[in-house]
C-alpha cells in the first residue's frame, strides 16, 4: 500500500479499492477479528441525509486498546485529545474512495511523547492498510 503522510498535519490517506461502508466493514471485522475495541462507527453523510442535507458518503471508526492507549495517556493526559484511533472513510467528488488516520508518530510528537509509545499506535496500521487493498481476488 502507497501510504502518503500529509506532513502538515500528521494525516496518513490511503487510497482504497471498496466502497466507504465495505472498506470500515473490512475494518471493523479485522480490529475485532484481532481484539481491538471498536467505540463507534458514525455514518456522516447518513446523518446529513436525515437532516436534509446532501454530501458524498462519509463513515469515521473510532477504536482503540486499553493496553496500547493508556500508556500513551499516562505519560501525557492530552493525549486523550486524539485516542481513540480514528479513521476515517470517504468518497471524493470524482468518485474515487480514501481511508485516512493520524499517523503515530505524528500523535507522539504532538503530545511530547516517549518516542517508543508510537509502537503502540502503530500495531493497526497493518490493518487499516489491509482494509484499504485490493483483495487478493481483485488483484
Request: negative net charge; aromatic residues 6%; proline residues 8%.
Amino acid at each position: 500500500m502507497n501510504a502518503s503522510p500529509d506532513s502538515d498535519h500528521g494525516i496518513v490517506r490511503l487510497p482504497t479499492h471498496h466502497s466507504v461502508a465495505e472498506t470500515l466493514d473490512r475494518l471493523e471485522a479485522a480490529l475485532k477479528e484481532h481484539g481491538i475495541t471498536v467505540f463507534a462507527r458514525i455514518d456522516f453523510s447518513g446523518d446529513a441525509a436525515k437532516a436534509g442535507l446532501s454530501m458524498q458518503p462519509e463513515q469515521q471508526l473510532i477504536f482503540g486498546n486499553p493496553k496500547a492507549g493508556t500508556p500513551l495517556m499516562v505519560a501525557n493526559p492530552t493525549a486523550a485529545l486524539d485516542l481513540p484511533i480514528r479513521a476515517i472513510c470517504w468518497e471524493d467528488p470524482d468518485g474515487k474512495t480514501w481511508l485516512a488516520y493520524n499517523d503515530p508518530h505524528y500523535i507522539v510528537q504532538r503530545h511530547g511523547l516517549p518516542v517508543g509509545l508510537a509502537k503502540n499506535l502503530a500495531a493497526v496500521i497493518p490493518l487499516l492498510e489491509h482494509a484499504a487493498a485490493a483483495a487478493a481476488t481483485d488483484a
